[in-house]
């Protein structure tokens, strides 16, 4: 398994996570724009995995819980998120 389908794993383990949580569900719903029907769809899309990794870590609390649940790291989020669309670290000199 490659780097971005291991971050597209762990990502989708994210998005099941913010689904099995009905605080947090609707948070990232209204923050996505995307609808319920929708999560299935973008399951599949890398772009929208990358958007999951960037909502949960908006908030340390959900990252924390997170990997707590999964039994992760506390920075394996982060480091998914570098390897799906739009994570590469920027270098400005």
């Not at 971050?7 to 947090?24: D, K, P, R, Y």
Request: proline share 4%; net charge negative.
């Amino acid at each position: 398994m490659n780097r971005q389908e291991t971050a597209e794993t762990l990502a989708l383990q994210a998005l099941s996570w913010i689904a099995g949580h009905e605080e947090v569900l609707p948070l990232f719903l209204n923050a996505s724009g995307a609808a319920s029907d929708d999560l299935r769809r973008g399951a599949t899309d890398p772009a929208f995995l990358a958007a999951v990794l960037d909502f949960l870590l908006m908030d340390d609390a959900w990252v924390v819980a997170f990997c707590d649940a999964c039994s992760l790291r506390y920075d394996a989020p982060m480091q998914a998120r570098a390897a799906l669309p739009g994570g590469q670290q920027i270098n400005w000199t």
